[in-house]
């Protein structure tokens, strides 16, 4: 008994809680019987749980199932309804804003361009402005919300709800769990961009199927976070995965950290754009894709470049870590085959033989809800320490 981690029981039945809530909403209308032996949990276990689960109103008793020569199961769905999740994702360049149900389902979303000089106090503006609006326009959402999940990118301290540092905007030291519930009177809960990621790609993407597993998103950024049996590697100070600010060469392009030669000065969105100026092309990444899809040799020469660079960085994380699965997500990579294929054949070309070919490099499955959904998740795992 002395080798017992404190909290591991705890711990253990709030992943088990997580699994029976997500194989309810895959497989559901489903038998007690079934989600044990599915889940190879004891029948106690998931009676347990279950009875919790319904009377918190977020699983109901649906139809009797088949008998195999007793009694008819009862068989257990998701109460999609019950309650609702407001998620926000702070990212570099805008702040989206969304409402899910109960099955991860996105009802209404709002984005709003942010600049690199928009105050703390301007997003706080914005993100309220942004769910009264959503709740108005969904009035069944009014007095059944269940929390808020926020993922921002830059250092975050998820125990005590703080942005640490945005890079992008400067903000230091904002207490936005307590801001925000202040203002709408429900828990929030605070995590990185690429966490939700991750997060949302444990829960619903390829992730689901593997015990250990790295997220890299890419945006005007680059962050990485590395999930092991479900949970997330935090670091020491919550620091862990700020890959983009790796420097790969002693002088280079400005960071927004302040450093030169970053990963992310050399392949990211942002870097996207300053090789699409270099050849004379003055728009944003989105603009540089478009004309890639159009054969613009200038446009396609621009992202290939940003994509050798982000493969050397896989392949760095190839040869670190050994992992047997890479996620990548962010605006660009979800849609722009040059940019992910480029990655891909460079991380081939830079990792070392015998630990790439056993890496498969995908993309992320939730696309450009990634995010927004992880963040969601947010709310539900914290649901489960209270169950």
Not at 185 to 198: N, Y
Not at 278 to 301: Q, Y
Request: hydrophobic share 40%.
């Amino acid at each position: 008994m002395d080798n017992i981690v404190p909290g591991s029981f705890q711990l253990m039945k709030k992943i088990n809680t997580g699994l029976i809530i997500d194989i309810i909403r895959l497989k559901g209308p489903i038998s007690r019987a079934e989600i044990a032996k599915t889940l190879n949990l004891t029948p106690a276990t998931v009676t347990n749980i279950t009875a919790e689960l319904i009377n918190k109103n977020i699983i109901v008793e649906s139809d009797l199932g088949q008998s195999t020569g007793g009694r008819k199961p009862i068989l257990l769905k998701i109460n999609a309804e019950s309650y609702y999740i407001v998620s926000i994702h702070i990212g570099s360049t805008g702040i989206r804003t969304a409402i899910l149900n109960m099955e991860s389902k996105i009802l209404d979303k709002i984005t709003v361009k942010t600049r690199p000089e928009t105050t703390y106090e301007e997003a706080i503006k914005i993100i309220k402005e942004s769910v009264e609006r959503l709740i108005t326009q969904n009035e069944k959402v009014k007095g059944k919300l269940l929390g808020i999940g926020i993922a921002a990118h830059g250092i975050v301290d998820t125990e005590k709800g703080k942005i640490v540092f945005s890079p992008n905007y400067g903000w230091k030291d904002k207490d936005i769990r307590t801001d925000l519930e202040r203002i709408f009177d429900v828990p929030a809960f605070l995590d990185r961009d690429v966490r939700a990621m991750a997060l949302s790609e444990s829960w619903y993407g390829a992730g689901k199927y593997v015990d250990q597993f790295i997220s890299v998103k890419i945006g005007y950024g680059v962050g990485v976070a590395l999930t092991n049996n479900k949970q997330q590697i935090r670091g020491y100070t919550d620091g862990f995965g700020e890959f983009g600010h790796t420097k790969i060469a002693f002088d280079g392009p400005l960071c927004s950290c302040g450093n030169r030669g970053c990963i992310e000065t050399f392949s990211s969105e942002k870097a996207v754009e300053r090789y699409a100026a270099e050849l004379g092309i003055d728009a944003d990444c989105m603009a540089v894709h478009e004309l890639s899809l159009n054969g613009d040799e200038r446009a396609i020469t621009a992202i290939n470049k940003a994509s050798e660079y982000l493969g050397l960085a896989i392949a760095n994380l190839i040869n670190i870590f050994n992992p047997r699965l890479i996620v990548l997500g962010g605006d660009l990579i979800d849609i722009n085959d040059y940019y992910f294929n480029g990655a891909v054949e460079s991380a081939k070309k830079y990792a070392l033989p015998d630990l790439y070919k056993v890496c498969e490099i995908k993309r992320a499955e939730s696309k450009g809800d990634a995010i927004i959904k992880g963040a969601a998740v947010l709310v539900l795992e914290n649901l489960f320490d209270n169950i």
